[in-house]
């Protein structure tokens, strides 16, 4: 076995981040919608988590937000002319589609690929598949670049396989890691690669709230990468009505630690019997918290299981980086405080403070996407994208000069907004060595 960590790669928040309410389902996206947001305490504020993760002793990357507005995307809606002619038109005649081109949120990393460590791959690579995200239309802009942006992180092909994302169509409806968990006794030995999907691309879907992941997207996924240890295993359908649009919302795992909503899963026995058999070597633990302790309501509201679980270097027990919400929400403070106090696998919380993130229904979990690397893909990486103390000071001074403290949705018509995220996006390729062509206005 090759040792490897678990390494954080967060998505930055952009400088339109905005409560536009364009998420159905998502409950806190809805609450918020037409409410101003703070693009500048929200990239501070993920900065100031990955600092968390770094000093905890985790290798951490940043991930650079995308264009935004996505003139490009309005321009094939027939907004036409110049760039400040096609957003004004655009605010005119369709408002929502100027919200959907300037939505931030790429910043939700969770949902830019599925990953496969080269543990677990059919060709000793590390695969990805970035997402399609196509059930929502601003979502739905982000493959493309998210490939070009992994593309950039993790360049050599001899060790890293970014695939394209799958064929944009319903069928292939996919998220993402925010579905997938993976549990294994060491990061470098082989794994369990749990795939949750919330519809059969052949059933008829009748539900209040979309189902956002396919079985045959997750198959496709499967295939490709090699994956190893695979399980299947349906989301609750009760869960999606709940608010529940990744299942992520309710599930986290790691080491040998699935941590779960009792209401998470379709069919609980078959879950658990499934991982059982998947799992090569360790034996899985399964941590419930039960609807009478934590009404599923309030687990979504609270974020509970939207926290980060990690293995930290030199600790048995694992850490639950948790939102402030989950702390101010007494029941599920309840719940954390239990696990804590019992014999169990999780031994520790810290909170974080990522509401900005958070109006918009991303929680700690969401803003990273958790690349599984050895010593030596590790050393093959971008190195300006390696997040530490002076990276840190650097984003900060950049985003204080450049990014808003205060956004309105009727704002994002302002045409000096264009300007000013363009001299951002500009500086930051710099920033990160993202190359000259990385955003299309640069081309
Ligand atoms: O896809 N919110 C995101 C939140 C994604 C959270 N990610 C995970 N659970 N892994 C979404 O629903 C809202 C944007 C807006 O309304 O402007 C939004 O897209």
Not at 14 to 41: D, V, Y
């Amino acid at each position: 076995m090759i040792p490897a960590v678990e390494a954080n790669c967060d998505g930055l928040v952009g400088p339109t981040h905005s409560f536009a309410g364009l998420a159905p389902g998502n409950l806190a996206s809805e609450i918020h919608k037409g409410q101003a947001s703070n693009p500048r305490a929200g990239v501070l504020e993920g900065l100031a988590k990955m600092r968390r993760l770094h000093d905890l002793g985790l290798p951490q990357f940043v991930l650079p937000p995308h264009e935004r507005p996505d003139i490009g995307f309005l321009r094939r809606a027939g907004f036409g002319r110049s760039d400040a002619e096609v957003m004004a038109g655009a605010a005119r005649a369709a408002p929502e589609l100027l919200n959907t081109a300037c939505s931030a949120s790429p910043m939700w990393a969770a949902n830019a690929a599925t990953v496969t460590p080269s543990a677990d791959s059919g060709d000793g690579r590390v695969h990805f598949t970035p997402a399609n995200l196509l059930t929502n239309l601003h979502r739905s802009l982000e493959g493309e670049q998210t490939t070009r942006s992994l593309r950039r992180l993790f360049p050599d092909a001899s060790r890293f396989a970014v695939h394209d994302p799958l064929h944009a169509q319903p069928y292939f409806a996919d998220e993402g890691a925010a579905n997938h968990v993976r549990l294994c006794a060491e990061q470098g030995a082989p794994g369990v690669n749990l795939f949750v999907w919330g519809r059969d691309a052949w059933e008829a879907w009748s539900g209040r709230f979309p189902a956002r992941q396919t079985l045959q997207a997750f198959e496709a996924v499967q295939r490709r990468h090699g994956a190893r240890g695979a399980v299947f295993a349906r989301q609750a359908r009760r869960a999606i009505e709940a608010g529940v649009f990744h299942n992520d919302v309710v599930c986290v795992g790691a080491g040998a630690s699935l941590f779960f909503h009792e209401a998470a899963f379709e069919d609980r026995a078959a879950l658990e019997r499934g991982v059982r058999a998947a799992a090569q070597g360790f034996e899985p633990q399964f941590v419930e918290i039960a609807e009478a302790d934590l009404p599923l309501g309030e687990a979504v509201s609270s974020y509970l299981f939207n926290s980060m679980l990690v293995s930290l270097p030199g600790e048995d027990r694992l850490t639950l980086i948790a939102p402030m919400e989950t702390a101010e929400t007494p029941r599920a403070h309840g719940a954390v405080q239990g696990l804590i106090a019992s014999n169990g696998p999780i031994g520790r919380v810290e909170y974080v403070d990522v509401r900005q993130s958070m109006r918009n229904g991303g929680g700690p979990a969401c803003l990273r996407l958790r690349v599984v690397l050895t010593d030596e893909e590790l050393a093959a990486t971008n190195p300006a994208q390696r997040f530490d103390p002076g990276l840190q000071d650097r984003l900060t001074t950049w985003a204080e000069r450049r990014y808003r403290d205060r956004l309105t949705p009727g704002d994002l018509a302002d045409p000096a907004l264009l300007d000013e995220v363009r001299t951002a996006l500009d500086e930051l390729t710099r920033l990160l060595d993202l190359g000259t062509d990385f955003y299309p206005f640069q081309r």
